[in-house]
């Protein structure tokens, strides 16, 4: 047994090196490995990236708005959700949100209002995802069924194509809205 096991094993390891005969190596490579990874412990990355700090700011600025939207929500629904109760929502935002979207004499945001609010939330997402979006991180997020979702984004001019393994919601240019087909009368 012993002689088949090791037999095998040189074969297997003949095998392995007249395959690397054929490759060639790049000693800079191979340097510059060895040089970076004793020295510093630096994951690999790239130096010459550039950070570009205003469209940083602009994206934090957006997914925070979006997170002010949807507590907004949560705090105006039937339920009350838990996580909104306690949000902090910054005066400024609280006032033009209860403009925007509140009635004055319900706490509960009515059903047009509503869906004006998940409009902004479904525009932003799409504007922060490239037009590109996962209706179903969203869906779960604003607490709304994805088939109810999805006829949001139908509303806003948005088509539903597959990529790998998922549904995504993009927006493509030229806008096509979808109209609402009403019958003509026959005139006598």
């Given at each position: 047994m012993r002689n088949l096991t090791s037999d095998r094993r040189s074969r297997s390891q003949e095998d392995t090196g007249q395959k690397l005969e054929g490759n060639k190596v790049r000693m800079e490579a191979l340097?510059?490995?060895?040089?970076?990874?004793?020295?510093?412990?630096?994951?690999?990355?790239?130096?010459?990236?550039?950070?570009?700090?205003?469209?940083r700011r602009r994206m934090a600025g957006i997914?925070?708005?979006?997170?002010?939207?949807?507590?907004?929500?949560?705090?105006?629904?039937?339920?009350?959700?838990?996580?909104?109760?306690?949000?902090?929502?910054?005066?400024?935002?609280?006032?033009?949100?209860?403009?925007?979207?509140?009635s004055a004499n319900d706490k509960l945001i009515p059903h047009d209002k509503l869906d004006l609010l998940i409009s902004y939330v479904l525009m932003l997402s799409l504007f922060a995802d490239d037009f590109?979006?996962?209706?179903?991180?969203?869906?779960?997020?604003?607490?709304?069924?994805?088939?109810?979702?999805?006829?949001?984004?139908?509303?806003?001019?948005c088509k539903f194509v597959r990529e790998n393994l998922y549904l995504v919601a993009t927006l493509p240019v030229p806008l096509n809205f979808q109209t609402i087909k009403t019958k003509r009368r026959r005139q006598k």
């Open positions: 340097e510059a490995v060895s040089s970076t990874a004793n020295t510093r412990n630096i994951p690999p990355h790239n130096s010459e990236a550039n950070e570009d700090e205003s469209s997914l925070s708005y979006i997170t002010h939207l949807i507590r907004f929500k949560g705090r105006h629904s039937m339920d009350g959700v838990s996580s909104a109760k306690h949000h902090k929502l910054p005066n400024i935002l609280s006032q033009k949100f209860s403009t925007m979207f509140a590109c979006s996962d209706p179903s991180d969203i869906a779960s997020d604003l607490r709304l069924n994805p088939v109810t979702l999805r006829t949001h984004y139908e509303f806003l001019g």
